[in-house]
């Protein structure tokens, strides 16, 4: 069968750590990026678990009061510049 070249944008330390992982199962990034090729068309799919993390409480929380101070601006003080907010942040004591 006929050979065709494909090129992959990823950044370096993605590049890196493939690569040495690859070495490591001795094995080429060309064959690790043709097994899985092969296996999306054989498979019709994916075949990894894709999914989105889920934020934490924390993450949640400040999701939550974000969109209150969105809905709800004149409940929290606001300040025209950051110089403003620090000094206001020094004197709360």
Same mark, same amino acid.
Request: negative net charge; glycine residues 0%.
């Given at each position: 069968? !006929?050979? &065709? @070249?494909?090129?992959?944008? /990823?950044?370096?330390? $993605? =590049? %890196? !750590?493939?690569? =040495?992982?690859?070495?490591?199962?001795?094995?080429?990034?060309? !064959? !690790?990026?043709?097994?899985?090729? =092969? $296996? %999306?068309?054989? +498979?019709?799919?994916? #075949?990894? +678990?894709?999914? &989105? +993390?889920? #934020?934490?409480? %924390? &993450?949640?929380?400040? /999701?939550?009061?974000?969109?209150? %101070?969105?809905?709800? #601006?004149? =409940?929290?003080?606001?300040?025209?510049?950051?110089? +403003? /907010?620090? *000094?206001?942040?020094? @004197?709360? *004591?």
């Amino acid at each position: 069968m !006929a050979q &065709t @070249n494909v090129n992959i944008r /990823m950044d370096e330390a $993605t =590049k %890196v !750590a493939f690569d =040495k992982f690859c070495r490591e199962i001795v094995l080429s990034a060309s !064959a !690790a990026f043709n097994i899985f090729a =092969k $296996t %999306v068309v054989r +498979e019709q799919r994916i #075949p990894v +678990e894709l999914t &989105t +993390e889920v #934020p934490n409480y %924390v &993450t949640l929380a400040a /999701m939550e009061e974000a969109q209150d %101070v969105r809905r709800n #601006p004149e =409940k929290y003080k606001s300040y025209d510049s950051a110089k +403003e /907010m620090i *000094n206001d942040i020094i @004197n709360e *004591n």
